[in-house]
């Protein structure tokens, strides 16, 4: 669907934004790039609508090189959600998510059955809403519209580039879920910028990491978790090296029968925190190992209780 062959951005500057990226998005599929602020996501995404032009390599959708659609055509039929809510002030909810299929030349009937539909289907009731300016509307309603209005002639395509980092948890949420519930039906590529992991974990058939200009990983969230390729990939999922997990906080002292019981099922001070929870998943209690020394248990339970516990505290989880 989108192939991206040996795709180089170079600025002005001499800043290699991009390095020789080869990916291909398939139809359908909604892809997550993920990575540290400056690494080439924004420039990578706006490659493919033409807002920013590469130096070198090919980038094809549906087999032609963008450079041969017309611009036109490229850009009415992929969508496009920026972070900041982009609305245009002065026009009301339904003339802001008119405008592609007016240059599209829709009749007007159609277009606001079309406005009618999108806006049902993000939960703002048409009636109320469309004649409204986006200053009457908060912040998690002006970003639906801003899904909607990228939806609205019905692009094979969608870029979203950090479209819910500006909101509040709760509605970020909210937008997260309703997308993935709207994925179901619309079935678009898409492709979407993030710089929480959660978030791409959550949203992402597949999770493309990037790290100064260049694809670190590419895998589902399943391989991604059970096998980052390297420690830049493993601190951004938040699986935490044994370094700065506290044993002391699982640990619990052991009984004589326990002990015996695990002499052969232990883990070391050495193990990662990854290694544990493996280690965990086929036993319900491993003994610890320190200087060839038993020093107490771990159990399936203690290390549940530690990663709740973890997790809400960083906010990864809703209380
Ligand atoms: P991200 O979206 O991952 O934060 P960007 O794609 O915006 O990253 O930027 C990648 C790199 O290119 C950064 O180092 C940024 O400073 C640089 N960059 C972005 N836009 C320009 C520009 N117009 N001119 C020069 N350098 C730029
Ligand atoms: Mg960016």
Redesign the pocket.
């Known amino acids: 669907m989108i192939a991206f062959e040996n795709v180089t951005?170079k600025?002005?500057?001499d800043?290699v934004?991009?390095k020789a990226i080869n990916l291909e998005i398939n139809k359908g599929e909604f892809l997550v790039l993920i990575?540290?602020?400056?690494?080439?996501?924004?420039?990578?995404?706006?490659m493919i609508n033409r807002l920013?032009h590469l130096t070198e390599g090919t980038i094809r959708i549906n087999g032609k090189r963008i450079s041969d659609y017309n611009i036109h055509e490229l850009r009415w039929n992929i969508g496009y959600v920026l972070q900041q809510i982009a609305l245009f002030p002065h026009m009301t909810i339904e003339e802001n998510i008119a405008v592609v299929p007016e240059l599209k030349k829709w009749s007007k009937p159609q277009i606001q059955q079309r406005v009618r539909e999108l806006l049902n289907m993000v939960g703002l009731e048409p009636d109320k809403y469309s004649q409204r300016k986006p200053k009457e509307l908060s912040g998690g309603e002006q970003q639906r519209v801003g899904v909607v209005r990228a939806l609205a002639a019905d692009p094979e395509i969608i870029l979203m580039?950090e479209p819910f980092s500006a909101l509040d948890p709760i509605s970020r949420t909210k937008l997260q879920d309703d997308l993935l519930e709207l994925q179901q039906t619309i079935q678009k590529t898409i492709v979407f910028?993030s710089?929480d992991m959660q978030e791409a974990l959550k949203l992402g058939d597949r999770i493309c990491v990037?790290k100064d200009?260049e694809i670190v990983q590419l895998g589902t969230p399943h391989e991604i978790i059970q096998n980052p390729v390297n420690d830049f990939v493993r601190e951004f999922v938040g699986i935490k090296e044994f370094g700065t997990f506290h044993i002391q906080a699982v640990i619990e002292p052991i009984a004589d029968e326990v002990h015996q019981r695990n002499r052969e099922n232990t883990i070391s001070s050495k193990d990662s925190l990854h290694t544990i929870l493996q280690k965990l998943a086929h036993d319900e209690c491993l003994g610890v190992e320190q200087n060839g020394k038993i020093i107490g248990v771990v159990t399936r339970a203690s290390m549940l209780q530690y990663l709740a516990q973890d997790s809400l505290e960083r906010g990864n989880i809703n209380g």
């Open positions: 951005k600025y002005e500057n800043q934004a991009v990575g540290p602020s400056g690494c080439g996501k924004t420039t990578l995404l706006k920013i580039d910028v710089h990037m200009g």
